[in-house]
């Protein structure tokens, strides 16, 4: 990343980690179904994202991303090993920068 001054990151810069949601209809993408979207600001059909980036007070750079899958949609619920909630797809997504990238 740092060779590129298009990606190269200055200095003291920031983590984000951010979930975002995203209507979608139908049920054949994997992850969708009813649930709290935040750009609408209600529950409705769709799919969620947790996402890292690196802010260095100029510019972001997007590092990853991991689908959130509801408990409802895998077939053993919360039991299943697909299934996390999203702090614990936050926690992995850190981890995977600092140990991964930096």
Known sequence: MNQCNQTKISRG????IDDSGHRKSGNF???V???YIGQLGKTDNGVVVVTSHLYD???SLPL???L??????LPSGKDDPDFKKKPEIAINLIDKTCFERL
């Open 29 to 31: 993408t994997d992850g």
């Open 68 to 73: 959130y899958k509801k408990a409802d949609s």
């Open 64 to 66: 990853d991303i991991e």
């Open 33 to 35: 179904g009813r649930q």
């Open 57 to 59: 007070g100029k510019k």
């Open 13 to 16: 810069f920031s983590l984000i």
